[in-house]
Each structure stands twice: as structure tokens, then as C-alpha cells.
């Protein structure tokens, strides 16, 4: 008989409905649920409903029959709570194996009596998510306690599996995730209890959102949920409880676009009433079902909250000859998580770690720690967040601290900021059971840092091994039993050992390996230490091309260990070596985010002297460079009154128009309101400032950041200053408007979903209101269903999107094809760092009749928008689009090389012999 990995493959699934609103159906009293066997057991026991599985075995036998009668192939065993932590409330914990093995046993008996061999039938051992959370406190005085543990939790669902697997369950179902650590909690249990058990089953997961922002009661997003878990082999994804059908939809196409398993759905018969009823008819949620089915967005279909027999029974129908959904791709890309996704894509140019919440290289973060000051501690962190870093570095070793107890205290109080917890966390350090302790607290994906070949393979691995089970990346250091590695050729030698015994038999994700070459002090006045960053270079360059999907981090302030006490050589070295080293293929570091100093800062003969010394292109170059350290720390002890001059120097001799832009690259807000009311003075409108100087300052600062001279953290600070700037002209803007003027049009503008930038579109909007144009701000991360709805509510006359990150693309494409579905006529504006014209032509415009159009900066909108909004110009600037949309499209194609199999590519290869 089949497996339901081949059922799967061939058709969609049909799961079985709630088993709580079923038992209701029997108005079953206390005596039903306690029996004669449990007349002593304190409390009450009516609502224990897996307990009935014991003592009213014939009720839920009758529910798994008329569920199979109805055609669900799927059964759920009645064990969703049957875990000691769950059954603590009822005093049944010592139950808890008995009740999933005869749950196990009860379902696998009614499976086996309706199976054939054209249709058989499979069961699904429950489990749920306890009634305790190990990612928040219950006490809202004390944000770091834990109800629960990750060891108490792991134990539990230990216990429960393994009862499960032994009773004869086909799948293991871990379903209606609230919270991500409890979760891999359960995966971790599973891979146990799968492994005490000797017995091998598929693995699915069902997460439930808390409301319309798409995120589960943790505060994660579901891109972040499909990060954390990644790791396990997952059978299926999916989502049920918290919406009706119809509610559900968005973010079922979300994780259909997204997770590379087979994708499930299980709703409520909608909505729930003031009584807390369910009155969605069958036939009616059926009709909602059916969109998903027909969108190919599901692989299995079932029912939770207020869902009987009878809404499967509208299912079989359904399904009848439906294509099932086809699962996309693995990611080719390292995904991390926090509250949010980082997804580390060559895009995003260089991803930077914060280093400042790290004891060992912070004194005031060791005080803050030492002082059980918690509170500034945690601010040190949210500055860094702010200052533009991507992960944060967090180390707690010291010989006077309780490390493991410091690491976990701090790492719960992180999970209880959002705006800290929305980035991945590093944990950092060089005990094991501390490392241990933080992945037991995050429910994210998170970064080790780190672990070495220093104490042989087999100790390697078995960390290796560990890391994986938590669903975390890892730091490999280049070092083996033989010491650091310094030269290239034994960082060669060392990371790629490690890269095949990681990848060949510890199973890691080759993106998960993030190798850490070491970055080693020049310029020391050592010969032997003069080529270490050269040695990083080529040593980076050789393992992404030669070690598949791996990257490349390093703490980069090692590098000018020799200078500490100069700032600015140490700051200019680091901004040459993450030039070169960038280029060579590093993409990550731990660096500090608020450094000012640029490699296009830099006097043409500071650079050759720095270039000199970490290139190593001349033998007295060290030497040299000291040299220009002490005559530039002589000048500074004999100038110090003229210190104030010295750093003004980009003020003198300069035009307001200059002075804006270079603040703007610098994130120099302290002159802004001055320069402002200086070119107020000179331009005709507020706005004209805008679209002039300032927006030629940001797209500098874009070209830069392309160019991998500038990193986030200094795009951050750039666009606060123009926030500021925006901020001290609106005033001026408003008065300039005329009283009682007609609107140019309605214009609706939002940052998409999983896109939190908003700069852009804030100058866009300030831009088009001075033309007169009413705008309607929606903010950032909203989803397609709020732009549509809001659109039509507010009869926008058209729809602008913006967004910063790479993921931003796709959901653009995705507003694109809803507006078309929904039948709407209103022209797209298309707008944000990651955007550009080809992807507009060859992605969006295509899934969207009406005009889309790709614009590069603010300037243009207004300009755009008035052609659109005159019939006329609308229908010629329409026919413009579509000629260049259709050339870029045609030379993409022209441009693009055919692929041929592997095997037709071995036909064709070169025979010399």
C-alpha cells in the first residue's frame, strides 16, 4: 500500500476537521470524562477531552469514523494536549504515555478498516503547542522568566512522540504554532524520539497567526517561522486556527510562494460569533476552499475550529482531478531570523554584526552586565539596531560573570524588545554550554560563533551536529589540532576540511557555514605579520569559488590592533580592508556600525600609505604608515584648539548645495537647519530643495552603496538626515501650498509587505502633495489585501509601491497579479533601491494590464502622475511603456545563454581522444 509521501505527490490531501467541536456534539458530562478509573483524581476533569481517549474510547471512535466516511484520508489522533506539561492542569500526567499510545492505537485501527489500495488512509499523531510559551514571560514584571524551558518542553513532546510512533502513527503533526520555540522544541523531540524508537516518519508543521499583521502571538513573520525551522526535514507546512478561509487566503499564498515542502490548510468555518460560534455553513466555506485549490496553493485541506464531518464532506468533490501544489525550490541563500527574515543575498552587499554587546571588548557592556544593569545593557543593543546592524553579536565571557546564566537572562530580555528581537542573534562564545544554553532560548534562527577543528574531527562534529538539531548557522574558524591558521594556503587547507565534513557528514546546508579565516593584526612590525590581509583576501576569494554556498565573516578590528588609540587610522584601515576584502567575497563582519570614516573619504595619499600596508605592496610600507600616525597625532596634540576648525573644514569655501550633500552622506545632521534656511533663501519652493540638492546627495549615496563603498549602517545615518531634513522643510512646504487648490488626483503609496523602509516613500509623498496630489500613506509592511481594500475605499486614481530589500520584488509582483485578479484599472508606480526598469519589464508589467511604471527617484512622480492622470497622455505614455517594456524584454532574451541537461551537455563535450 502507498506511503503519504506518494499519495502526496500524485493528489491533494484531504485531512480530517476539529475534534473539539465533534466531542461537543455528545454533551458529554463530568462522569463521561471521569469514569470509574479516574473518581479520585482532584479537580475538574470535564474539557480534558484526550482523557477520553481512556474513558469514552467509543466516542472518539465514532469521530474518526465519520470523519473517514466523509473521504478525509487524514486522521488526527485525540492527543493535542497529552503532554505532562498540558495534562499538569488536570493532575493526569502520569496518563500521558498511555493516553497517546491507545489514541495512537484507536486511530491506526479505523485507518487500517477504511483503507484500499486505491485509497488508503493514514493517521497523524497530534501535537500541540502546551499551554505554556518558552519565548515570553508570563510575569509583565519580570520579562526574562520562562514559565517553561526548551528542556521541559523537549522532554514532554519526547515522551508523547515517542508513545505515538509505537501506537503506529504515520506523521507526526506539530500544529497550531504560537510560538517558534516551542516549536523547535517539538522538532528537536521528534528527531529523538524518532531515533530512540527506530522508527522513521514524515514531519508536519502547522503555525497559526495571531491577526492581519501575518505573525504568530511570538511576534515572528512567517518568512522569519520558515527560516527558524528550516532545518528539520519537513514533510509539510502549512497553517489552521486564528481565520476563517477567507482570512487565511493571503498568508497561505505567502507560505505557498515561500516553503519549499508541501503546503496545508486547515481553517475555521469562519469567523467566530459574539458567542464565540462558528455559523460559516459547509457549502459556504467550501466555496472559499475552493480558491485554493484552484490557485494550486495546497498539497492537504482539512478543518479546525467549529469544522464537523460535514465541511469534509464537501472536499472530496473539490478535489476531484485538482492538480496538486508543486513545492518551490530550496532557497539558494543563507536565511537567518529574528522577528523578521535576513536573507543574505549578494544584494544586500555586506551584512553587518554588531560587536558593542560583547564583554569581552566593551568595558561599559561588562559594567552594565557586572551591575545587573539590564536596562542600559539592552540599550547598547537597540543603539546598534538603529545604527543599521543586521545581526548583533552577544558574549557573555568572563571569568566573574555566571556566563550561561547571563547569556540566557540577556537573551530573554532581548526577546521581550521588538525592536532588538527583530534581527538574528550570535551567540558568542568559547563554552559550549553556553553556546547550548543561548540556542535554547531563541526562537529565530540564529548564528554560533564559533566552533574549530582546534580539538579534532570528532569533537567538530559533534557540535556541528548539535547546531544543526537547534536549526542555527555556524562560525567555522580556521583552525585544527595544528593552531590558527595564518597563511593562505592553510586557511585554504583548514576551511575546506571543514566545509566536506560539515556538509558530508554532519549534513549541514552549505549556506548555514559561515567561515571566519581569521583576521590577523599588520602592520606590527613583524615581517612574518605584513601579509595576513592579503593571506584574508585570497583566502576568501578561494572559498566562494571552491566551497559552494559558503561565506565569509571576520572580526574585522583585529586588523589594526597595532594602532589602537588612533581612531581614525584604525577606522581608514578597516574601510580599505572591507573594500578589497568585500570584493574578494566577504559578506559578512563583525565591525562597528557607526563608523564615519568612507574609503572615498580618504586623501589620495592616506589611501596609498593604508593600501600600501594592507595590500603589502611595499616593504617599508608599515613603517611608513606609523610614521603618518604619529605626524598625524603630533598635528593633532599642537591644533587642539583648531580642532573644532579642522573638522568644519568641509563647511569653508563650499555652496549650500555642497554643504547639504556632503551631510547628507556623512548623516551630519548637526548644520541641517542652517544650510536649509540658507537655500530657502536661494530656491523658489521648499520642495525644489528636495528634488535638488538633497535627492543628488541620496542618489550618491545609492551609487556608493552599489559600489561597495558605503555599507548599511552609513545609508542608515544618511537616511535619517534626510528625514530630519524633510522634517524642518514641511513647514515650509504647507505654507507654500495655495488655499483652496484642486486635487491633481488621489495617490495611495505603500512600503510592501515584508519591507520596513520608508524613506523613500516619505519623499515621494511630500513631493507629489506640493503638486497638489492627495496622498494616502498606508506605512510599511502592508500586506496586498489592505493596498487593494484601501484603494477602493479611498477611489485612489493610483497605486504607488515602494520597497528597499530584494524580497520586496517579489511581493510587488504579487500586489501586481491581486490588482489584476481583482479587476482593478489603476496605474502602478513602481519605486525603491532594489527596483529597476528591466525587472519592472520582464516581472510586473506583465502580470497587470493598466500602465506600471518604474520610477528611479522622487523628482519624477509628479510628472508622471499628471500624464496619467489626462486621458490622452495616459493612453500615449501607456504605449510608450509597453514599446520599451517590450525591447528590454527582448534584449534580456536576446541576451540571455539556453541551457541545455546535463545530459546533452555530456553528449556535447569535447573529445581530444
Not at 488 to 515: M, Q, T, W
Not at 845 to 862: E, F, G, R
Request: proline residues 4%; hydrophobic residues 45%; negative net charge.
Amino acid at each position: 500500500m502507498k506511503k503519504l509521501r506518494d499519495e502526496a505527490a500524485e493528489r491533494i490531501l484531504i485531512l480530517d476537521g476539529a475534534m473539539g467541536t465533534m466531542i461537543q456534539r455528545y454533551k458529554l458530562t463530568e462522569t463521561d470524562f471521569r469514569g470509574a478509573r479516574f473518581a479520585d483524581i482532584p479537580g475538574q476533569l470535564k474539557g480534558n477531552n484526550d482523557l477520553l481517549c481512556l474513558t469514552r474510547p467509543d466516542v472518539i471512535e465514532d469521530i474518526h469514523r465519520k470523519y473517514l466516511t466523509a473521504g478525509a484520508d487524514i486522521i488526527e489522533t485525540n492527543t493535542f494536549s497529552s503532554t505532562r506539561i498540558s495534562m499538569a492542569d488536570y493532575h493526569a500526567e502520569e496518563y500521558v504515555r498511555e493516553m497517546n499510545l491507545t489514541a495512537a492505537r484507536l486511530a491506526r485501527r479505523l485507518a487500517d478498516e477504511f483503507s484500499t489500495d486505491e485509497k488508503p488512509r493514514f493517521v497523524a499523531g497530534s501535537v500541540g503547542p502546551t499551554n505554556k510559551t518558552c519565548s515570553m514571560s508570563p510575569d509583565v514584571n519580570n520579562p526574562a522568566y520562562r514559565a517553561v524551558t526548551f528542556d521541559q518542553l523537549a522532554d514532554a513532546y519526547r515522551e508523547q512522540m515517542v508513545a505515538l510512533l509505537e501506537g503506529g502513527v504515520d506523521a507526526l503533526l506539530i500544529e497550531t504554532i504560537f510560538d517558534t520555540l516551542n516549536a523547535k522544541a517539538a522538532i528537536f523531540a521528534a528527531g529523538q524520539a524518532m531515533e530512540q524508537t527506530g522508527i522513521t516518519v514524515p514531519l508536519m508543521l502547522s503555525v497559526t497567526v495571531a491577526d492581519i499583521s501575518g505573525r504568530t502571538l511570538s511576534g515572528q513573520t512567517l518568512d522569519a517561522f520558515l527560516a527558524s525551522v528550516s532545518h528539520a526535514d519537513i514533510f509539510s507546512i502549512g497553517l489552521n486556527c486564528s481565520f476563517g478561509a477567507e482570512q487565511l487566503k493571503p498568508f497561505l499564498q505567502q507560505l505557498a510562494a515561500r516553503a519549499p515542502y508541501y503546503i496545508s490548510a486547515y481553517p475555521n468555518a469562519g469567523l467566530p460569533n459574539s458567542l464565540g460560534l462558528y455559523d460559516q455553513a459547509p457549502a459556504d466555506m467550501a466555496r472559499q476552499v475552493k480558491e485554493y485549490i484552484a490557485e494550486g496553493l495546497v498539497n492537504i485541506i482539512g478543518g479546525c475550529c467549529g469544522t464537523t464531518d460535514a465541511y469534509i464532506a464537501q472536499y472530496p468533490a473539490l478535489i476531484a482531478g485538482a492538480a496538486p501544489h508543486v513545492p518551490t525550490a530550496k532557497p539558494d541563500a543563507l536565511w537567518l531570523s529574528g522577528l523578521e527574515l535576513l536573507e543574505v543575498t549578494p544584494e544586500k552587499n555586506f551584512i553587518n554584526i554588531g560587536e558593542r554587546c560583547n564583554v569581552a571588548g566593551s568595558r561599559k557592556f561588562l559594567r552594565l552586565i557586572q551591575e545587573k544593569k539590564y536596562d542600559e545593557a539592552l540599550s547598547i543593543a537597540r543603539h546598534q539596531v538603529e545604527d543599521g546592524a543586521q545581526l548583533l553579536d552577544i558574549n557573555m565571557d568572563d571569568g566573574l560573570l555566571d556566563t550561561e546564566a547571563e547569556m540566557t537572562n540577556f537573551l530573554n530580555l532581548i526577546a521581550s524588545e521588538p525592536d532588538i528581537a527583530r534581527v538574528p542573534i550570535m551567540i558568542d562564545s568559547s563554552k559550549w554550554e553556553v553556546i547550548e544554553a543561548g540556542l535554547k532560548c531563541l526562537q529565530g534562527k540564529s548564528v554560533v560563533n564559533s566552533i574549530s577543528l582546534k580539538e579534532g574531527e570528532e569533537r567538530f562534529l559533534a557540535h556541528a551536529r548539535l547546531i544543526k538539531q537547534h536549526g542555527a548557522a555556524a562560525v567555522v574558524m580556521a583552525f585544527d589540532e595544528k593552531g590558527q591558521a595564518d597563511t593562505a594556503e592553510r586557511k585554504i587547507e583548514v576551511c575546506s576540511r571543514a566545509y566536506r565534513l560539515l556538509v558530508g557528514e554532519a549534513g549541514f546546508n552549505p549556506h548555514d557555514i559561515i567561515f571566519d579565516p581569521n583576521v590577523l593584526a599588520i602592520a606590527t612590525g613583524m615581517e612574518e605579520h605584513n601579509n595576513y590581509a592579503v593571506d584574508f583576501i585570497r583566502a576568501t576569494a578561494w572559498i566562494r569559488a571552491n566551497l559552494p554556498g559558503a561565506h565569509v565573516s571576520g572580526g574585522v578590528s583585529n586588523l589594526s590592533f597595532s594602532f589602537r588609540g588612533n581612531d581614525y587610522i584604525r577606522e581608514a584601515m578597516h574601510a580599505v580592508f572591507l573594500y578589497h576584502a568585500i570584493r574578494a567575497g566577504m559578506d559578512m563582519g563583525i565591525v562597528n556600525p557607526a563608523s564615519a570614516v568612507l574609503y572615498t573619504d580618504l586623501p589620495a595619499d592616506i589611501l596609498e600609505k593604508i593600501e600600501d600596508v594592507v595590500l603589502n605592496r611595499r616593504p617599508d610600507a608599515a613603517e611608513r604608515l606609523i610614521e603618518l600616525a604619529e605626524r598625524m597625532k603630533i598635528a593633532q596634540r599642537n591644533t587642539s584648539a583648531d580642532t573644532t576648525t579642522a573638522a568644519l573644514a568641509w563647511r569653508e569655501g563650499t555652496d549650500v548645495e555642497e554643504r547639504l550633500q556632503y551631510a547628507l552622506m556623512k548623516g551630519i545632521a548637526d548644520y541641517m537647519e542652517e544650510d536649509l534656511h540658507e537655500a530657502l533663501d536661494k530656491y523658489p519652493k521648499a520642495v525644489d530643495i528636495i528634488e535638488g540638492p538633497l535627492m543628488t546627495g541620496m542618489n550618491r549615496v545609492g551609487d556608493l552603496f552599489g559600489a561597495g563603498k558605503m555599507f548599511l549602517p552609513q545609508v542608515v545615518k544618511t537616511a535619517r538626515t534626510m528625514k530630519r531634513a524633510v522634517a524642518i522643510l514641511q513647514p515650509h512646504i504647507e505654507a507654500e501650498k495655495s488655499e483652496g487648490i484642486a486635487s491633481a488626483g488621489k495617490v495611495l503609496i505603500a512600503t510592501v509587505k515584508g519591507d520596513v523602509h520608508d524613506i523613500g516613500k516619505n519623499i515621494v509623498g511630500v513631493v507629489m502633495a506640493c503638486s497638489g496630489y492627495e496622498i494616502i500613506d498606508l506605512g510599511v509592511m502592508v500586506p496586498a489585501e489592505i493596498i487593494l481594500r484601501r484603494a477602493r475605499e479611498e477611489q485612489v486614481d493610483m497605486i504607488g509601491l515602494s520597497g528597499l530589500i530584494t524580497p520586496s520584488l517579489d511581493e510587488m509582483v504579487h500586489v501586481a497579479t491581486e490588482m489584476e485578479k481583482a479587476g482593478l484599472d489603476l496605474p502602478l508606480l513602481i519605486g525603491g533601491a532594489t527596483t529597476s526598469r528591466l525587472h519592472t519589464a520582464l516581472k510586473i508589467a506583465p502580470v497587470y494590464h493598466a500602465p506600471v511604471v518604474h520610477l528611479k527617484d522622487a523628482s519624477q512622480n509628479s510628472a508622471v502622475a499628471a500624464r496619467l492622470m489626462h486621458p490622452a497622455q495616459r493612453a500615449l505614455l501607456t504605449a510608450e511603456l509597453n514599446a520599451e517594456y517590450e525591447k528590454l524584454r527582448a534584449e534580456h532574451t536576446a541576451q540571455s545563454t539556453p541551457k541545455v541537461s546535463l545530459e546533452t551537455a555530456r553528449d556535447n563535450k569535447l573529445n581530444l581522444f
